[in-house]
């Protein structure tokens, strides 16, 4: 049995009804039917992801993820 490690998602509605999971400390990403679904996915793919390649260190503080807006040229 391995250790539990506490990583940051983000989750955001995609077009076609899908759900897109994203981990903020790494790149890995997966969609699903629904935020659980994709969620599922995105555990599964780390926990495979993480078989052969070194944690990331972990935070002093878990990040803050905040929606922002950026100006773009007409």
Known sequence: MGRTV????????EDGGLYCARCVQVEVACEGHTVD???GR????????????PLPNPPSH???VVPIEVRLPD
């Open 62 to 64: 878990p990040p803050i």
């Open 42 to 53: 995105l555990r599964r793919a780390l926990e495979h992801y993480f078989r052969h390649r």
């Open 6 to 13: 506490r990583l940051t998602a983000t989750v955001t509605p």
């Open 37 to 39: 679904e994709a969620l």
